[in-house]
């Protein structure tokens, strides 16, 4: 377990506790997010969250790469 800084665009800031995932075979970002991502959420924050952790510029996964990402 860890603790990111995220800089945000406004002028608050993000800690958000993460951990490290792999990504499986067939993963996508969307199923990975929608699993993780707390009832009554949105996928798409979760989405967005993780590849600005990552620094992503998409939304491409390749089986074994490691990602950190919220803990759920």
């Given at each position: 377990?860890?603790?990111?800084?995220?800089?945000?665009?406004?002028?608050?800031s993000?800690?958000?506790?993460?951990?490290?995932y792999?990504?499986?075979?067939?993963?996508t970002?969307?199923?990975?997010?929608?699993r993780?991502?707390?009832?009554?959420?949105d996928?798409?924050?979760?989405?967005?969250?993780?590849?600005r952790?990552?620094?992503?510029d998409s939304d491409?996964?390749?089986?074994?790469?490691?990602?950190?990402?919220?803990e759920?």
């Open positions: 377990m860890a603790f990111i800084f995220i800089p945000q665009a406004t002028a608050q993000e800690v958000v506790e993460t951990v490290s792999t990504v499986q075979p067939n993963d970002l969307w199923d990975y997010a929608s993780i991502t707390p009832a009554g959420a996928v798409y924050d979760t989405i967005a969250q993780i590849k952790i990552n620094h992503l491409q996964l390749t089986a074994g790469q490691t990602l950190l990402v919220p759920a």
